[in-house]
T-cell receptor, first 117, second 115 residues
């Protein structure tokens, strides 16, 4: 079945630095990538949607200059958290769709636990 | 945009009993309703889904029902086992008709199956 590889699984960074999270679709072309953030004991909140080769569409309240999304190819999307602060500590998870080829399913990455100290 | 409400937030059942989790959605154009099981620190796992052209779907101990008129859908787990303990999320999207439509998640239900 469809697989999305997400790295790193855990990262600790200092306040003010940037962190890049990668999601790769291993056996299908991810035409659309969704990025979610999940705080402890809460639901998955959509941050942005990106289509290959296009600018990402951000949800209301999500700072596009702080959370940079790149979806330059059909197999790779990245989320960069710039100038990270402790309040950005969260579980970040991507979800890819490959259109009709994979039956309209949403394939999730394994998530990245970001801790900003 | 779509809004998905989910109840209850916590559910405790005895092993072997049934568990029911209910969700309502607001956008009548939504046509795809998956249910996910998430264990702590892991990715959500799809356990069952239903499309708007179907009223009910069953897979062994798990079933989902959909009432389009009332805009609500429910997850039913029978003969619960301790390994069913996890957080369950419902979701809705307009994705069945194709394209990159986003999933909107419910708030989650912490299910605990006690021995």
């Amino acid at each position: 079945g469809a697989v999305v590889s997400q790295h790193p699984s855990r990262v600790i960074c200092k306040s003010g630095t940037s962190v890049k999270i990668e999601c790769r679709s291993l056996d299908f072309q991810a035409t659309t990538m969704f990025w979610y953030r999940q705080f402890p004991k809460q639901s998955l909140m959509l941050m942005a949607t990106s289509n290959e080769g296009s600018k990402a569409t951000y949800e209301q309240g999500v700072e596009k200059d702080k959370f940079l999304i790149n979806h330059a190819s059909l197999t790779l999307s990245t989320l960069t958290v710039t100038s990270a602060h402790p309040e950005d500590s969260s579980f970040y998870i991507c979800s890819a769709r490959g259109g009709t080829a994979v039956g309209y399913g949403y394939t999730f990455g394994s998530g990245t636990r970001l801790t900003v100290v | 945009g779509e809004n998905v409400e989910q109840h209850p937030s916590t559910l405790s059942v005895q092993e072997g009993d049934s568990a029911v989790i209910k969700c309502t959605y607001s956008d009548s154009a939504s046509n795809y309703f998956p249910w996910y099981k998430q264990e702590l620190g892991k990715r959500p796992q799809l356990i069952i889904d239903i499309r708007s052209n179907v009223g009910e779907k069953k897979d062994q101990r798990i079933a989902v029902t959909l009432n389009k008129t009332a805009k609500h859908f429910s997850l039913h787990i029978t003969e619960t086992q301790p390994e069913d303990s996890a957080v369950y999320f419902c979701a809705a999207s307009k994705g069945f008709t194709g394209g990159g439509n986003k999933l909107t998640f419910g708030t989650g239900t912490q299910l605990k199956v006690e021995l």
